[in-house]
Every structure is written in C-alpha cells, then in structure tokens.
C-alpha cells in the first residue's frame, strides 16, 4: 500500500510538470496555432540558467529569474521568427520552425553546459522528510506542488479577470474580430508566447531539483504533454492541468504493478481517449477538427 | 531551372537522367566522395519521403509520426531473420505488411482530424510505438537497438545470390522502382485526385458526398505501407535497428526533407532527402555542433524558401 502511495505521489509530481509544460504548450496553441516543439528547449533554458544564476541569487531568485529570462528569450525568438509564421495558414511552419529551434537549443546547451548531467541544488532544509513513513514526501516536493498550485491559479485569475486576460481568452475564439475591435494582437500573441515559455521554464528550474540537469530533458518531458493536452481537450487549459496530472497519476501507479508500462501507459490512454470521447476529456468540440 | 522546365520533352529528359543516375550510382558514387551505403541511404530515405508526401503533400494531412512506421518496418524485418526465419524477402515481405497493418488500424484515430490536431495525434501515437521498443528489452533490444540479424543470400531458384553492399544497392533500387510505379499509379487513378482534391478542399469535396475520411485512412495506410518498406530496407541495409528509428526526430527530419525538396511535386522528397542525409553526412563528420546546423536549415528553409526547390523552380518557369 505504502509502496502504490510512493509511485502515485511520484506520479504526482511527474503530472505536475507534464501539467506546467502543457499549459503553456496549450496557451501558445490555442492563440497563435502553433505547435511549439521548442517548448522542450524553453524548460532546458529556463532549467540551465537557474542553476548558473543560483549561485549569485540563491535557490529562490534563480526560482523566478530563470525561467523569466527563459521568457525573454522566448519573446525574441517570436518577434524575430515565428511572428513572420503567422501571416501563412498551415501550420506546418511553425512546427518545422519550433522543431528546428529545438534542434539548436539542445545542441547549444550540450556546448555550453557539457552533456554530462549537473545534480541542482536545493536548499538543504527543503530536502527533509516531512514524516517518517511517509519518506518520499520532502518539503520540495511539497513546495513543487504549492509553487504549481498558485501560478495555474494566477493563470485562471489573470484570464478571467484582466483585460489581457480577457483578450486572450477571446482570442482563442475568434482573433480576427479581436484585431477589429482594435486590439494590437501581435503584442498579444507576443507576450501570450512568452508566458507560455515562462511555465516551461519553471517546469524546467522544478524539476531540475529531482531529475537532475541534462541538455535532452526537455525531450522527455514534452511528448508526455502534447498527451496531456490532446487528453484534456485541445483548447482547454483547465484540460491541460487536468490530462498532465491524471496521465503522471497513471504512469506512477502503473510503476508499482509494471514498471516496463509505466510509459506506454500515457499512449494508451491517450488512444483510449480518443476512441471513446475525440475532443479529449474537457474540449470544446469542433475546435481543429 | 529554364522556362522550357515545364515542357514534356524537358521533363522526360530530367527523369531520364535521373533513373540513369540512380541505376549507374554504385560506378561514381565513390569518386564523388560518398560510398555505397550512403547511395542505399538516401534511397532508403527518398522511399521513405516519397510514400509520406502521398499523405502529406498529396492528401494535406500533416503526419509528423511517421517515424513510427518506418521503425515498425525495421523492427518486424529485424526481429523475422532474428526469431523467425532466414530469408531477405519474407523479412521485407512482413516488415512492410506490419508497418502497414498498424497504420491502417491507427488511421481512424487521426482521419477525420486537420491541421494541428492531425500533427498532433499523429506525434504522440508515434512515440508509443519508440516506448515499446526502449521497454520490451528482451524482444527488442530495448535502447540498444536490435542487432544480432543479418541479410541473407537472395535464393533465385538453384542460383544464391550473396547480398554485399553493391548487389543489396540494386535491391533496394528494385524495391524503390517498385514502390514509385504503385505510386504512380496510385496518384493518377481516380483515388489519387480524391485525394488532391481533399487536400485543395476538403469541406466542398465532402459537399459532393464523398466519404473523405476515409479517403484520408487509405492514404494513411498507404503512406505507412510505404514507409514501412523503408524501414524494412533501412535494417537489413545497417544489419541493425534502434529506436531512434522510431524517434519524433526521424519523423521532424522526413517532414524536413520533403518540404526542403517541394511538398508538391512528385520526385520533390527525394530531392530534399538527397540533400538533407548528405549534408548531414558531412556535416556530422566536420563538426560535433552538426544539430545546430540541421537546425539553422530548418529555420532559413522555412523562412526563407517555404516551397522547397522544385517548388521554386516551377514558379520560376510558370513566371517566365
């Protein structure tokens, strides 16, 4: 039993970045229609420069200027490639382009970082147990779940309650009437791609504190996302925090019974998924179909 | 290219050049630096693209998983001379039926999808098939790769036939030569222009009382058919497989190549495949940092030369 709580919680903490990188997969997705296969790079950045800034800012300043820097970079990228995407209808460009982005950003960070993994460091009291029993359950992993918790919150309240938010959303819905109604949305999809890089980013700098550093995590984690998104429902965030945790959920309790499983189970149950209800679990219907 | 490009007689020139050059490759290959194997390769690749295109330029839907089947491909020539039985062909024969069998029960998932949810689906289903293969170890060699098989000697009645890298060459060019007269055919019998017509609009074609989905799953299946015995050759070219052939990034690099060739034209992948395996070829051996520059052509092909070069050079003759 306390070994099926071990790997659920595992799974926890995996869906939690599986749910950050899908948020921000899924906002840049449902604005700009694009699929950006860079987003794996974006957590890789954030991720790296966290762990060179920790030494002059500490483990929380690198928290939050990482993946902000991360955001930067993200915003260039945009503004100097993909914005140029945005005027052509298919969206094969923009994956080619993000693709081969993601190409150099890992080969870059090999470079610069070295191919050899670099253990993150955490603040040593975050690294203690909570309970005796319950070993696996550390103040950073606690703090992992608080930190996650609170941004998707700001997410939901920053869409729901300000006027970007609210352009955003409509946006997602009809962006040609938006830009009638004499919104700027190059400046919208521009800052609407950079928090999308920021979430990657945190997810990055997060799971560098258990995972480790190495130059192709990204890889790893963004096709979980994409299931995560396409579990959730295309065009759904709520959706995407939803199919990130309940495929990592899964994942980790198949670790306990078949641990060879544990991640084909993702593709199974997005295929299942999409057999049963195609929109996936919380998406609109006949949004991209 | 001139304007006389577009007229038959040009045409029929260009192509045959171009057979006469694939038929005499093994004879100048190496005195223009490359090697037999690298012959086989872009072959292998080009098969690879042209049977994609039938569903990504052809039919407009965006497949980046292909990947998938070109492993199933690989894996079920592999593991046939490795568990099954000693013969080239019936590796081939069930490599192929494979990979096509799993794209043609996969296809309903992804037919009635467009655009990026197509690309989507189509890249996670792919990665299921790269996680079977890390985690079956026993069956598949897990990250290793699957090695431990050879070609075997082509049996022509009493007469053996040995497969060294030259002979196989010819095989693979059989295979290819094959796979281009289906696809020919395919392309210019009544199904074909469905398909093109799906691809120019899909709405109004289905206004006609066409069932396009599953116009979309046949050429789905057809696509993975093909592919598939490229992968099958690619094994028994390498003696080997791995999971990278199953990877997302094989998938990105086939997209890659066919757009960098002309996504519209017939011979266009095989263009772009000749280009892109060779510069990476080279550029492998010249520098650690080779991704990167895979990368940077990603990013200036896209932005710079969005309708690849036959693409370009047909505009040029249609504007002259």
């Keep these: ?289 | 290219m001139t304007p006389a490009a577009a007229s038959p007689l040009r045409r029929y020139g260009i192509l045959a050049a171009l057979w006469l050059a694939l038929i005499t490759l093994p004879w100048w290959i190496n005195r223009v630096g490359g090697y037999s194997a690298l012959g086989s390769k872009i072959l292998i690749y080009g098969l690879a693209t042209m049977g994609l295109n039938i569903l990504f330029g052809f039919t407009g839907g965006l497949s980046f998983g292909q990947a998938a089947y070109f492993g199933v491909g690989a894996y079920g020539a592999g593991m046939t001379l490795k568990y099954l039985a000693p013969s080239t062909p019936l590796a081939i024969l069930i490599g192929t039926l494979a990979g096509g069998l799993a794209a043609a029960i996969l296809g309903p998932l992804v037919m009635r999808r467009r655009g990026i949810y197509f690309a989507m689906i189509t890249i996670a289903i792919g990665q299921l098939f790269y996680f079977i293969a890390v985690r079956w170890d026993n069956v598949t060699g897990g990250e290793d790769g699957l090695a431990g098989f050879e070609r075997q000697p082509l049996h022509l009645g009493s007469y053996t036939l040995p497969l060294d890298q030259t002979r196989f060459y010819f095989l693979v060019l059989l295979c290819f030569t094959v796979a281009v007269i289906l696809m020919r055919g395919l392309l210019r019998s009544p199904l074909g222009h469905t398909w093109v017509a799906i691809r120019e609009n899909r709405r109004r074609v289905e206004f006609l009382g066409v069932r396009t989905d599953l116009y979309v799953w046949a050429s789905f299946a057809a696509a993975g058919l093909i592919t598939a015995l490229a992968g099958t050759l690619n094994a028994l070219l390498f003696n080997f497989t791995s999971p990278q052939d199953l990877h997302w990034i094989l998938s990105g690099d086939f997209v890659m190549m066919i757009v960098l060739g002309g996504m519209r034209n017939f011979w266009g992948p095989l263009l772009g495949t000749a280009i892109f395996v060779v510069a990476q070829d080279y550029l492998s051996s010249i520098t650690t940092n080779w991704m990167s520059f895979i990368g940077l052509i990603f990013i200036v092909i896209v932005l710079a030369f969005p309708k690849g070069l036959l693409g370009m050079a047909e505009r040029g003759a249609r504007a002259a």
């Design chain 1, 1 to 289: 039993m306390q070994l099926l709580f071990f790997n659920a919680f595992n799974g926890l903490l995996q869906g939690v970045f599986y749910a950050l990188m899908a948020l921000g997969l899924a906002l840049i997705l449902s604005l700009s229609s694009v699929i950006n296969m860079a987003h794996g790079g974006f957590l890789v950045i954030g991720a790296y420069l966290a762990f060179t800034l920790t030494p002059y800012l500490g483990f929380w300043g690198a928290l939050i200027v990482g993946p902000l820097l991360g955001a930067l970079i993200g915003l260039v990228v945009e503004q100097t490639m993909i914005r140029r995407l945005y005027k052509r209808p298919d969206p094969l460009y923009s994956l080619l382009l993000t693709f081969g982005l993601a190409l150099i950003i890992q080969d870059l960070a090999r470079t610069i970082w070295g191919a050899q993994g670099l253990p993150a460091s955490v603040p040593e009291v975050l690294n203690q147990p909570l309970s005796t029993t319950y070993f696996f359950i550390t103040g950073y992993r606690m703090v992992i779940i608080a930190i996650t918790a609170t941004v998707a919150i700001g997410l939901y309240l920053l869409l729901r309650f300000t006027l970007v938010g609210v352009r955003i959303r409509a946006g997602t819905r009809d962006l040609e009437s938006v830009a009638a109604l004499g919104v700027n949305i190059y400046k919208l999809r521009a800052l609407n791609f950079a928090v999308g890089c920021f979430f990657a980013g945190l997810a990055g700098v997060l799971a560098s504190g258990i995972l480790g550093l190495t130059p192709p995590m990204g890889d790893s984690l963004l096709m979980p996302s994409f299931v995560a998104v396409i579990v959730g429902g295309v065009g759904s965030l709520g959706g995407a925090v939803l199919g990130g945790l309940l495929i990592g959920v899964a994942a980790g309790i198949t670790t306990t019974y078949y641990p060879a499983a544990s991640e084909a189970v993702i593709y199974f149950i997005m295929l299942v998924v999409l057999v049963i209800r195609p929109r996936g679990l919380m998406g609109k219907e006949s949004i991209f179909e």
